[in-house]
């Protein structure tokens, strides 16, 4: 007797689209989520370092008295743009500056860095230390990083405790 055969087709899914070609649909989809992933993870990284590049050069700026450079890493979201008097800063030397804390938020796009700066007025001598907050933003179309925070208050910190 002989026996039946016949071919089983490919199998089908409600849609009608094969299970062959969902899979395919499936592990193309992930993939590109893995890569995705992997772009936000290296833009992550890039910010991550764009900052640190951009925070050290504001910090190395104010450490040497260049307080009109410094004062371009500031830029307000909103709002108009104002450049400091710095000509009173001039007496103004840092001793130390040192980051105690950074955070930023998950989109990798405002960062909060917390400072402590050392410093003194040279017609006085005397080291005076303030504790700042400072608040970067990102901005994409630039690729970077700018300080919403005013400069440290120098001035006012040294006549508050004179």
Known sequence: MPVATHTI?????????????????LVAAACAALALAGCAEMDAKERASSLETSSD????????????EAARFRLPRSGPVTMPDVEPLEHIKLTS????????????????????????HDDIGRVDTLKQSQVW????????W????????FLRHYTRRR
């Open 137 to 144: 933003w990102y901005e994409p179309t630039q690729k970077h």
């Open 9 to 25: 087709g490919a199998a089908r899914s409600i849609t009608g689209v094969s299970c062959t070609a969902r899979l395919r649909q």
């Open 97 to 120: 500056y040192e980051v105690t804390d950074q955070t930023m938020n998950a989109e990798g796009t405002e960062a909060r860095i917390e400072v402590v700066i050392g410093y003194y």
């Open 146 to 153: 700018f300080l919403e925070t005013e400069l440290p208050p």
């Open 57 to 68: 050069a504001y910090a190395a700026a104010l450490r040497w008295g260049r307080y009109q």
